[in-house]
């Protein structure tokens, strides 16, 4: 079942057009990160679903239903750190979001600080937190009323790299424990590390989506070259399962499925079109380049 709905969102600011016409759709139970370069339209796109922000056309549904108050009750979210009061424990701090947002009870508090694991830490003044504390506090607020979305604008922003392994490992345990999250990032090592299913933004387009396996999996390349490089490039584009064959002066790239590349098969595939290979090179093909190829072209 899909949990969110986006259909043709288009957004603009003045002559800025931050969404050009966005859909996809969130399945349940996804980590789900929308994956994009500062600027293409990832903090705009979840304020629309979040609803601080109206879209200028196009639509969204929660549990495929229109947003309303009590939807929206079943969805915490995380856009801005919020402002808590460093004096004061981390208790206190909840209580305080809690009688604003009215969204659990003193049971919760608990709860959610066991979440986030902070229970043991509960009664310690907020400036004492280490930065990944202060930031699973803020994911404990979002959590208060246990929804069952969480939505969370770039939740390691900020973060040192032990902060950042918090945040992530706590990303993966809450998915565990049912709930869906979205969650806006700019960097593809987390959204491979962290998240099942992905969209990529690219200048509010949506450049791709889908199963974080099937958008950014891996291919093998072959890098070969002959005293043809023409004649190379034609006689490859045949070979059983290519994907792509680019080409240099010096070289050809052939583009395979992860783990497909056999060398002496290529061989005597080229040898067999009356080429003699002068060179057979198998590179992995780095996702940061896929994901610079995506954005780029
Ligand atoms: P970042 O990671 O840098 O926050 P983003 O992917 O979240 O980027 P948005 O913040 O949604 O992108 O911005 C998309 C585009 O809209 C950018 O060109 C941005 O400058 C512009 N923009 C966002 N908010 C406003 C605003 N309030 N007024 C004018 N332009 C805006």
New binding site residues.
């Given amino acids: 079942m899909s949990i969110l709905t986006i259909s043709d969102l288009k957004k603009s600011?003045?002559r800025?057009q931050?969404l050009k016409g966005v859909s996809f759709e969130v399945p349940e139970g996804a980590v789900f990160g929308i994956l994009?370069p500062?600027?293409?339209?990832?903090?705009?796109l979840l304020s629309i679903i979040l609803d601080v922000l109206n879209a200028d056309s196009g639509t969204y549904s929660w549990f495929g239903k229109p947003a309303s108050p009590d939807l929206r009750k079943h969805i915490g979210s995380l856009l801005e750190t919020p402002n808590f009061y460093h004096y004061l424990s981390a208790v206190n701090n909840l209580k305080i979001t809690n009688s604003i947002s009215s969204r659990g009870d003193a049971a919760g508090i608990d709860a959610v600080l066991q979440k986030v694991k902070l229970y043991e830490r509960r009664n310690s003044r907020f400036s004492t937190y280490s930065l990944g504390m202060k930031q699973r506090l803020a994911i404990a607020a979002a959590l208060l009323g246990d929804p069952k979305i969480l939505v969370l604008d770039?939740p390691t922003n900020g973060l040192d790299p032990v902060g950042i392994m918090e945040i992530r490992e706590l990303i993966i345990e809450l998915s565990k424990k049912g709930h869906t999250i979205i969650m806006?990032s700019?960097l593809l090592d987390e959204v491979e590390k962290v998240c099942t299913h992905v969209a990529i933004l690219k200048t509010g387009t949506l450049i791709t989506s889908g199963s974080v396996h099937d958008v950014l999996v891996d291919e093998d390349v072959v890098e070969l070259s002959a005293a043809d490089i023409q004649q190379l490039k034609e006689a490859v584009k045949d070979y059983n399962g290519v994907h792509t064959v680019t080409s240099s002066e010096q070289f050809v790239q052939l583009y395979l499925p992860k783990g497909t590349a056999k060398p002496d098969e290529i061989n005597s595939y080229c040898f067999g079109k009356g080429i003699t290979l002068s060179h057979l090179m198998i590179k992995r093909k780095r996702l940061e380049e896929k994901f610079f190829e995506l954005t780029n072209n």
């Fill in positions: 600011y003045g800025i931050a994009g500062n600027g293409s339209g990832k903090t705009t770039e806006a700019h």
